[in-house]
């Protein structure tokens, strides 16, 4: 539940342009978006407060994207997390599936979005997610 505030999200991409890109994709949206480029800024960032979501690319320097999942549910974010990448396969599919962790291609764009407006309107509507 967003309590007045707005949904904000947590964009970790080694890619500038990637971050930059979403940042202001999900800003025009109605999202607070923060960025990290890698994986250890990521779990040192969403400590407090924790986003309403997570994207994170596969191919981060340091850990990758589902170690670095796997390192924010450890810590406590409970919130959803997108695995966003280009090297989406049946093996990280499966084991982003066991973290709670939602995969979507950097091909489908669209289901992002998708993906994002239905989270969204679930936290602006006070639903659990």
């Known amino acids: 539940m967003l309590d007045g505030r707005l949904p904000t ?17 999900l800003a025009l949206r109605g999202w607070v978006a923060s960025t990290a480029a890698t994986g250890d800024e990521a ?14 690319d596969f191919a981060l320097p340091g850990m990758n ?15 959803s997390i997108i695995l966003f990448s280009a090297f989406i396969d049946a093996k990280r599919t499966a084991a982003a599936e066991r973290l709670d962790v939602q995969p979507i291609s950097k091909v489908d764009q669209p289901a ?4 994002v407006d239905a989270l969204q309107q679930q936290l602006l509507e006070g639903a659990a997610v």
């Open 9 to 25: 999200v947590l964009i970790v991409d080694d890619e500038r342009d990637v971050r930059d890109w979403l940042r202001l994709s």
């Open 43 to 56: 779990v040192a960032s969403a400590v407090a407060p924790e986003p309403d979501l997570v994207i994170v």
């Open 65 to 79: 994207g589902l170690e670095c999942a796997k390192a924010l549910r450890r810590q406590g974010v409970g919130g």
């Open 112 to 115: 992002l979005f998708r993906t």
